[in-house]
């Protein structure tokens, strides 16, 4: 199982950019799909997620202005960014959370997009 992002890259304050994610591989759920920042030197956290009932989950600093979505068919999880701002410059992954497989359930992470907004 794996997760892959695309989306990232620049763009200046007030722009908008579309982040998508979508997790393949035998998979029989996903309670989770979301998205995490993190700056160098920081800990990962959570910027948005939404769970397979509905239920979504944004940070403080971007609510109003994100938007994430899902397709809980697809396993596709992408994240509608408008108003951006440089302190939204960081680095984001994509996460499926509690994912049941033929292996067990475990968490996958894609391998993270940068996205830079210049002032």
């Known amino acids: 199982v794996e997760s892959v992002e695309s989306g990232g890259g620049l763009l200046q304050a007030g722009g908008s950019l579309r982040l998508s994610c979508v997790a393949s591989?035998?998979?029989?759920?996903?309670?989770?799909m979301g998205w995490y920042r993190q700056a160098p030197g920081k800990q990962r956290e959570l910027v948005a997620e939404?769970?397979?009932?509905?239920?979504?989950e944004y940070a403080d600093s971007v609510a109003g202005r994100f938007t994430i979505s899902r397709d809980n068919a697809k396993n596709t999880v992408s994240l509608q960014r408008d108003r951006l701002k440089a302190g939204d410059t960081d680095v984001y992954f994509c996460?499926?959370?509690?994912?049941?497989?033929?292996?067990?359930?475990?968490?996958?992470w894609g391998q993270g997009t940068q996205v830079t907004v210049s002032s």
């Open positions: 996460n499926a959370g509690r994912v049941a497989t033929t292996e067990g359930v475990t968490d996958f």
């Open positions: 591989g035998s998979i029989f759920s996903i309670r989770t």
């Open positions: 939404k769970n397979k009932d509905g239920r979504v």
